[in-house]
């Protein structure tokens, strides 16, 4: 099994999630940051330390939101490895919990 990370964390890309990873399996991408699915280990230390609930395990991702499977994966083969906690973008709170950003995701 493996964490998934969906839709909110689009433009919020707060990073809190990424330092406690043991297995250094966070991407980063322009608005967004991925798990690779074949580098997790289930070790569940992301999840809580999301702040705006963008984590879950892969068997929890809430309705509407199982693309994110795939999205994670692919991505994941293409942006560079994240191991240290960076700045969330300066208009991160203001997109916290807004619905339909897939639209926005920069690849």
């Not at 707060?14 to 967004?32: I, L």
């Not at 939101?65 to 999205?71: D, R, T, V």
């Not at 083969?77 to 807004?98: F, L």
Request: charged share 35%.
């Amino acid at each position: 099994m493996t964490f998934v990370v969906t839709e909110n964390c689009i433009k919020c890309k707060y990073m809190d999630c990424v330092e406690v990873c043991p297995v250094d399996c966070f991407h980063e991408g322009p608005n967004f940051l991925v798990i690779d699915p074949d580098e997790c280990i289930d070790c569940t230390l992301c999840e809580p330390e999301c702040p705006v609930e963008a984590i879950y395990s892969e068997d929890e991702v809430p309705d509407g939101q199982e693309s994110f499977k795939a999205l994670n994966a692919e991505l994941s083969r293409k942006w560079p490895v994240i191991t240290e906690k960076g700045d969330a973008p300066s208009d991160a709170k203001a997109w916290e919990g807004k619905p339909d950003k897939l639209k926005l995701l920069e690849r």
